[in-house]
């Protein structure tokens, strides 16, 4: 039980690491890959708690995890946004990266005040102490690129580090959720993906691009 | 022999280990790059011929440098034989001076030969010097709060500042080294020993280019004697900082944990494997990652102020 908290704190700290990483990088294909890096943490975080808690169920989180977001989701893009993600390099974003990064460590305060009392009211839960802060500072962040990147591919890659996030949380809270509700909330991702996916496809065939930051204005104002 | 004159002997035998391998290493990283790039580079012992050759050259001094000039190359080779003696480089148990400095003294020991090498290199009139100086102190400047929030991280583990409790703390058991603020420290620490020591992506040290130059062009008016000693300076600052992160914090093992001459001395080998097998880390970042542009090694820096932030925080809030 020791091992299994000291080897979950282990990949606590390199799922924040990935999170802050997608806010800091400015190519679109290594968002992609730390998104990547990000849900096999989340699979990680799951196998250990699986493992350590006895619970079946985090396995089949596990499995549904890896398959979706390591391997459907890249897919989904790469057939809807492929040209986008793999020729242009850098994405256009509100704010600048060290004023992001400056946030972002505002951000992961927050998370872990905000988690402190939770983890109070939540007993018995040994891995919650860990995997909620680390958990809302992925939401926190994944909200925060949709807030500031220009860009649609980003922001899809922010709603589903969100989306991880909220998931790394709560298996650590509740590990016996029955499989039908894991695969129905799993498969919405690939479900998401594929529909931002589509808009993106439609919107780069229209503007020829995916900044939907350019959008904003008007076409009569320009 | 007493105890007191045993460790100090050892002392001695880690400012040795430090002079006599120092090279060595900048000569194995040289050559495990060109195996990566395909190339068929010089041997790893290129580094002490280039030593014992600039020794046996005339110097060239200019006439409008100051004293500063010849002494600042002195002072790039002394300060890290005082580092040494400060940190657990064979052996785990503290030694004759390991009470007499903590690691802000040892921040403290490289911060005052950094200020002299960067005055030796305004001091000149060179262009490329002056340049080299100002960027230095800009790299430097932005990684000060990253080394104090590292190093404020590290002690709050271990509730003391001197390294070699630190490197207790972490020894005791793998939940120790497995901690969450353990690896974002160790991660931090690593982003500003590559800002620190001019390697990519920050500077690239393989480059010929003055005007791209940041720490590298500070040491271009130097010939003869003043040359070597920079060169050799430079290489024992890098292996002192090697032994601080691996030593310290990364891998803690491998230290002679008794007096006995055979553990100090067996002590050797098990640190120089623990750089190589750094050394190879190294190699690969430096084949696979391009050089940032200056301005953006901010961003770089300040993603290392956060991972420590978060060091800090993960213990601060008491989950790590």
Known sequence: MTTALAINGLIAALFVLFSLAA??????????????????????????????????????????????KVIAVPLVLRWSAGSEIYERREVDQVLSIPVSILIAAGLALVAWIVAAPLVQVIPGRPFAVINLPSGLIALFYGAFTVAVRREAVAQLMGILIMESGAFFASIAIVNDLSVIAEIAAAVDVPVAALVIGLLIRSINRTTGSTRVGLLADLKEQR | MSPLLHYLVINLLQIAFLLAFAPLLGGVLARLEEIIQG?????????????????????????????????????????????????????????????????????????????????????????????????TRMVGFL?????????????????????????????????????PAHLLVAVAFLMLLLADEGRLPVDNPAGKAETAMIGHSKNLEYSGTGAALMKWGG????????????????????????????????AMPKVLGKMLLFLVVLAVIETTVAKLRLFRISEFLASALVIALFAMGVRVVGIG
Not at chain 1, 42 to 59: K, M, N, Q, R
Not at chain 2, 162 to 173: E, K, L
Not at chain 2, 238 to 260: D, R, Y
């Open chain 2, 39 to 135: 190339k068929h580079g010089p041997s790893i012992f290129q580094p002490y011929f280039d030593i014992w050759k600039l020794f046996g050259k005339d110097e060239v001094i200019s006439e409008e440098s100051s004293w500063v000039f010849r002494f600042a190359p002195l002072i790039h080779f002394v300060m890290p034989m005082f580092v040494v003696i400060l940190i657990p480089a064979l052996t785990a148990y503290p030694l004759f001076f390991a009470f007499a400095g903590d690691m802000i003294a040892v921040g403290f020991l490289f911060a005052a030969s950094g200020f002299f090498v960067v005055l030796a290199a305004m001091d000149t009139g060179n262009v490329y010097g002056g340049i080299g100086a100002s960027r």
């Open chain 1, 23 to 68: 806010i800091v990088t400015r190519q679109m294909l290594g968002t992609l890959y730390l998104f990547m890096a990000h849900a096999i943490a989340l699979t990680a975080s799951a196998i250990v708690i699986g493992i350590a808690l006895d619970s079946p169920h985090l396995f089949w989180v596990a499995a549904i995890t890896f398959s979706t």
């Open chain 2, 235 to 266: 290489a024992m600052k890098f292996m002192a900082l090697l032994i601080v992160f691996l030593n310290v914090v990364i891998t803690p093992w491998g230290l002679a944990t008794t007096t006995h001459w055979g553990d100090v001395f067996f």
């Open chain 2, 143 to 179: 990684a000060e709060p990253v080394f104090m929030l590292v190093f404020f991280a590290l002690s709050y583990v271990a509730d003391s500042t001197i390294p070699y409790t630190v490197n207790a703390s972490w020894a005791v058991s793998w939940a120790a080294m497995l901690q």
